[in-house]
């Protein structure tokens, strides 16, 4: 299995290759500022003692307080949280908000957890982080198994040990508990923004055929913005397996046929295939929504979309990019194409700091401000470069943080 944080090193290293930066500034990007690990101890329901590996990364703050969602899965690992967190300081900085960088997470199969399990677990993830997180400092936000409850169990736990009421220290927190509208589909949406804003630039029609990997927050949102606008979603998977109509795949029948049966497999008139399968359909529109590490020097020569949407993190090896580039397939980095996410995230937390509640159309309106603006940037640097868009993307990034840094020297 590539190791993630080595590609990212290795993406930063090829996008300096196309316009050289300071090497004393580019060796401070090379390791993250601060690395945490904990042990959180649990009682679980059967009286036993179960401890839990769980880890914060804190990469680097030179443009605002650290910023990055937490993951439970078992695969989690420091290597993948610190790649993690370096990419959410370059995507901070590709769209230009004023935060930093870092991601934490927790070792375990949040679904062999009961309910009473995993709050113990997320309240116990902020009693051993809460001395170096804050409003100010560092601000989690959810990922790949963390949900908008777990967010209310963490700030609320954070609010009793600290006495701090903003709520401004976790965001995707539920509307209820001081969560902005719009923030859980604002990874999906900011994602349509940019292939929408690029769509006729990519030499792309109005509507698509669509192949979405993953069928969680963000695949699940993005298959039924994809739908509405009127694109045509024609295969879905999740970790159980992957379906495939095409004719098209309802995404509301999808929703209750999940509900109903706890999987997407056995939908209506659809034709059950692998996750494998389902990456090299042919398709105008792949947008891998899960996990890292998809598209590699193995299938790479077998992808036929025409352009791929990233909005898993890190869901292609470089190795892959060079095989998709050469094949004149356009990738939409991660780095900008999730952003959205991160983008309302931030507008929660200025929502929470400021007392403000602001409107779903006033958060989507900024939203897509944001993300057509800074994709503009990103398109015009790769085609003065010459380079992808995922290096273009990169060097936009450098710049700002760079510029960031210069006034942080010690
Ligand atoms: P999630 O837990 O809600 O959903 C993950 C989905 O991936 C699930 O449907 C799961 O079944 C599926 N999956 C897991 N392993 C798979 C496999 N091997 N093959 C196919 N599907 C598989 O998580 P999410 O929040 O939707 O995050 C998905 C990706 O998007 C992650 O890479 C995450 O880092 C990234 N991301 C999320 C956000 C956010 O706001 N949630 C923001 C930016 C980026």
């Known amino acids: 299995m590539d190791n993630p944080f080595k590609n990212a090193l290795n993406q930063l290293t090829r996008a300096n290759n196309v316009q050289i930066f300071d090497t004393q500034f ?27 590996e769980g880890y914060r990364v804190q990469y680097n703050n030179a443009r605002g307080p650290y910023k990055g969602g937490l993951r439970f899965h078992q695969d989690t690992d420091i ?19 004023p935060m930093g960088g870092g991601k934490g997470g927790v070792t375990v199969d949040p679904k062999k957890l009961s309910k009473v399990e995993l709050e113990k677990l ?15 400092t560092d601000v989690p936000a959810p990922d790949v198994n963390t949900t908008p409850e777990i ?80 694109d045509k979603v024609i295969a879905i998977s999740d970790s159980k ?31 059950t295939i692998t996750n494998a399968e389902l990456l090299e359909l042919p398709c105008d529109v792949l947008v891998p929504s899960a996990l890292e590490n998809q598209i590699t020097i193995d299938n790479a020569k077998k992808i036929q979309a025409k352009v791929i949407l990233e909005l898993a993190n890190g869901p292609t090896t470089p190795d892959a990019d060079d095989v998709l580039f050469a094949k004149g397939i356009s990738v939409i980095p991660d780095i900008l194409a999730n952003a959205g996410g ?13 007392n403000e509640h602001w409107t779903e ?19 015009e640097k790769s085609l003065t470069l010459k380079t992808d868009l995922r290096r273009a993307a990169f060097i936009v990034a450098l710049e700002r943080i760079e510029k960031a840094m210069r006034k942080k020297l010690y």
């Open 361 to 379: 159309s006033v958060v989507n309106a900024k939203l897509k401000e944001i993300m057509e603006t800074q994709s503009d940037i990103v398109l």
């Open 79 to 97: 290597d993948e949280v610190r790649a993690l967190a370096f990419w959410m300081t370059l995507k901070c900085a590709v769209v230009n908000i």
């Open 151 to 230: 967010m209310q169990w963490m700030v609320d736990e954070y609010e009793k040990i600290t006495g701090d009421t903003t709520r401004a220290v976790i965001t995707g927190k539920p509307i209820a508990f001081g969560g902005s509208e719009g923030r859980t589909r604002a990874t999906g949406l900011g994602g349509f923004y940019v292939f929408d804003h690029l769509r006729k630039k990519l030499q792309l029609p109005d509507s698509c055929t669509v192949v979405i990997q993953g069928f969680g927050n963000v695949g699940g949102n993005t298959a039924e913005i994809f739908s509405n606008h009127g």
């Open 342 to 354: 991160v983008t309302v995230s931030t507008f929660e937390w200025e929502q929470n700091l400021k």
């Open 241 to 271: 397996g992957a379906i495939y109509k095409q004719t098209g795949i309802n995404i509301t029948s999808l929703n209750t046929h999940k509900e109903q049966h706890g999987t997407i497999l056995g939908f209506e008139g659809s034709q």
């Open 26 to 52: 580019l060796s401070q990007l090379y390791a993250p500022n601060r690395e945490i690990r904990i042990s959180i101890p649990i009682t679980m329901d059967n009286g036993s003692l179960a401890l839990f």
């Open 122 to 136: 997320s309240r116990g993830w902020i009693k051993l982080m809460y001395p170096v997180i804050g409003p100010h």
